[in-house]
């Protein structure tokens, strides 16, 4: 569901910054490869390094880029050690004065959750420019190359700040950006909040104001990732029942979130369990499973704003905090 693009537009950004842009790799479709070029479906991710990457666009080859492998997965096996990781080496190359923006490569499916992780944590003076690819680096028209290519144009743009996705041309913040499509090229877009601004040949027009906040520090993701709270998203749906909550419960889920139907209505079987969850003191944030829209009303919560996959991992850093504080 394309975002519709603003009527009214501001001016374009300045001509880009000569400082260093540090790439990091995490593999995902943008580094996949597939037996047969014209397979958009059949292939394997992270299989290419962002060394090659790199080498597919010729036009890079000149700019002050260094790159660097920090994991290399399919981003629907993310995982809190990854994470940890990913965002230590952001926070380092970010310190750097010779550094003027980092770009990560990063798979389609989880990417919205790995940018609202490093914007909550890291709110970075700097752009922190999540890239993806529908198609991967072997396809007839792969969308990988371009992707990039936009990506180091809004890393090297003065001005720009916060944790961003681009793809397809179109810049997203991190809390407003979702994969909203299964397959085509341009799946990603910002829901009510339109897109940040678009890339047109290597120049950043904007749009709106870009992100800024408080970062929660580094420090928060500073434990022992095999240690860190679990916490599961369950969906309300006709004929929920209560049983997969108290299953989670027992086996000791430290957090949850649902995605309620519509404007946050919740199956009354699951409500009950959820009343029982919350009454033995496990955290029950609310979101919406509607792909678009914000939870309206009374006592809606602090997830009401937030994408379910967002609202975990904004439960997971609020654990996080109160293991902090626990000790």
Known sequence: MPSTLPSTLTTTAPIASPGTVVILGTGGTIAGTSATAGDNVGYTAAQRTVADLLAAVPALAALPIEAEQVAQLDSKDMDNATWQRLAQRVAQHLARADVVGIVITHGTDTLEETAWLLQRVLAPAKPVVLVAAMRPATALAADGPQNLLDAVAVARTPGARGVV?????RVHAAAAVRKGHTYRTD??????????????????????DWPVGTPLGLDRLAADTSG?????????????????????????????????TGNGTLHQALAAALDEAAAAGIPVWRSTRCAAGVLVGHDVGPAAAMSPWQARVELLLHLLQACRSAV
């Open 228 to 260: 860190w709270p679990w916490v599961e998203i369950v969906t309300s749906h006709a004929g929920a029942r209560g049983d997969g909550v108290r299953a989670l419960v027992a086996a000791g889920v430290q957090g949850l979130v649902v995605a309620a």
């Open 187 to 208: 799946a990603f877009d910002s829901g009510d909040a339109g897109p940040l601004g678009v890339v047109e040949e290597g120049v950043l027009r904007r749009f709106s």
């Open 165 to 169: 996705a681009v793809l397809a041309g």
